[in-house]
């Protein structure tokens, strides 16, 4: 058979980027200060900031990932939605009513508080390059479904600018409102379609369910614990080494996860922004469960698709050479009928641009906050502190760094195809630099000896750890987050110590400690 996309499938994709598109005008008139064009006032309620978060962590990048890995890896990747149980004390307990004291635009403002203003640019910095290379892979997704949904006859660059100029415009216009209200619209359709996908390549499926599962444990996929070399054969180091070498086992991933996410939960300004638009501290705490529950949903459905796929193609030829993250789409487009193709390509678009538009509200709130007005201006206002003038320059000035992230990250997109398969360029780009981050944030907030150097010298050797880890080493592509972060924690560790903050600094205060012993500010915490 030949890929087909029929005239329904584009006008539904079209309506739903309208849809996205009117939503910003909607909310553009609105955006009259920098607290409501990067908070919304702190006035959201707990479902859509929830469900917003859920759906910019979780971006299209899943929607093919997910299957293809599963099909490669097998059903272990299923045992991430344990990492939630883990999360929910650290960041519902620690993370959150941190936060909400400290009422920061950027959670980078912290850093510059607790050491100084090259820490809080150092840590501001990694998040924009992290954010940036994260935005150019998601931005690449939906033009590669496309792309392979139609055969090719659609040039991956062209999808991927329309997509980049779209996702631009209404983050643009409407700032973090529109931002969460379209990822609730966004939302809905990624369940939707994964609904229908879950729906449509199990009854594709001869034998149905018992046939997907016995082709599964034929395979070797219901396996969470892959051979390792014994210790006793090849010597204990040896062993050990080839354990970090495996690319994905049930700790591994149980590791990079609870690292990656606590990581997102304390040092992104994606997540931590997010949760500061929330009225209260319960509200966070509610809208993080209906995350959690969302990502566990979706996780599970995806990797049931990837069983499937893999089952079906057992009875099924494939193109030589084809890649296996091309898969759910090519699939599309031999079997799902007219206006399913159109509605599935809508879920994994709005699962890229629910994401998109986060990252780049994010990335001008850091922009803006902790480069423009700190370094530019040479000042920092807190919430609600500037004139009604000022106020109407700042949005203006968050506009445009919108308009250049989202140009930027287009234009990244553009060449994510040279750098190989989704999972693994995903694994690096957010690992090589969320361990590092969160490594700077962890010093801040439970060492009151460390010092502005020690955390500037920890960082960088966190950073290069990662990256060394991450493109130079044969250690498995889920692992340079967690290195990082050890190697954060351990030259901070060793400087604090030899290296002490003044028991006068005046950053002694801010740690979490300190901070969650304070009387004032409960109201934030109700």
Request: glycine content about 8%; aromatic content about 12%.
């Amino acid at each position: 058979m030949t890929p087909s996309f029929h005239p329904i499938d584009w006008f539904i994709i079209a309506a739903y980027l309208l849809t996205m598109a009117a939503v910003g005008v909607y909310f553009a008139t609105r955006q009259t200060s920098l607290d409501r064009y990067l908070l919304a006032d702190r006035s959201m309620g707990w479902l859509p900031v929830g469900m917003s978060l859920m759906a910019a962590l979780n971006s299209g990048m899943d929607y093919l990932m997910q299957p293809s890995s599963t099909i490669r890896y097998g059903l272990v990747l299923v045992l991430g939605i344990l990492s939630w149980l883990v999360l929910y004390p650290w960041v519902a307990g620690v993370a959150f009513p941190f936060y909400r004291r400290l009422r920061f635009y950027s959670v980078y403002e912290y850093l510059e508080a607790r050491f100084d203003v090259r820490v809080r640019t150092l840590a501001a910095s990694i998040f924009l390059l992290w954010r940036l290379g994260w935005m150019a892979t998601a931005m690449y997704v939906p033009s590669l479904a496309i792309n392979a949904a139609t055969g090719g006859q659609v040039d991956l660059n062209t999808v991927t600018i329309v997509v980049g100029v779209l996702v631009t415009l209404y983050t643009m216009l409407g700032g973090i409102q529109a931002v969460i209200w379209n990822d609730v619209v966004q939302f809905c359709i990624m369940f939707g379609g994964l609904a229908a996908t879950v729906w449509i390549v199990w009854a594709s499926v001869p034998g149905g369910l018992g046939e997907i599962w016995q082709v599964a444990g034929d395979a070797g996929k219901l396996d969470l614990w892959p051979p390792l070399a014994d210790p006793a054969a090849v010597g204990l180091a040896a062993g050990v080494w080839s354990f970090f070498e495996q690319p994905m086992t049930a700790v591994t991933l149980m590791v990079a996860l609870v690292v990656g996410r606590m990581a997102q939960y304390t040092s992104d300004q994606v997540m931590v922004q997010r949760l500061q638009t929330t009225r209260s501290l319960a509200a966070a705490r509610q809208a993080f469960i209906v995350n959690a529950a969302g990502d566990a949903v979706w996780m599970v459905g995806l990797s049931f698709v990837g069983l499937a796929l893999f089952a079906y193609f057992q009875r099924h030829a494939l193109p030589q050479e084809f890649q296996t993250d091309k898969l759910l789409p090519y699939f599309m487009s031999l079997v799902f009928p007219v206006g399913a193709v159109g509605l599935v390509i809508a879920a994994i678009m709005a699962a890229s641009l629910s994401s998109i538009d986060s990252a780049i509200n994010s990335c001008t709130s850091v922009a803006v906050v902790d480069f423009y007005n700190r370094l530019w201006r040479g000042r920092q206002a807190r919430p609600g502190e500037e004139s009604a003038a000022e106020d109407r320059v700042q949005v203006w000035v968050s506009r445009i760094a919108t308009a250049c992230f989202g140009g930027l990250g287009t234009a990244l997109a553009c060449n994510v195809s040279r750098l190989g398969s989704l999972l693994e360029i995903n694994a690096k780009v957010v690992n090589a630099f969320t361990g590092p981050l969160f490594g700077i944030f962890l010093l801040a907030m439970f060492s009151a000896r460390a010092r502005a150097e020690g955390v500037l010298v920890a960082g960088i050797a966190g950073a290069g750890t990662a990256y060394y880890v991450a493109y130079h080493s044969t250690i498995g592509f889920m692992w340079p987050s967690t290195f990082g972060l050890v190697a954060t924690l351990g030259a901070g560790g060793v400087l604090a110590w030899l290296w002490p903050a003044a028991a006068t600094h005046p950053g002694r205060e801010l740690t979490w400690r300190a901070v969650m012993q304070r009387e004032e500010n409960l109201q934030d915490l109700m």
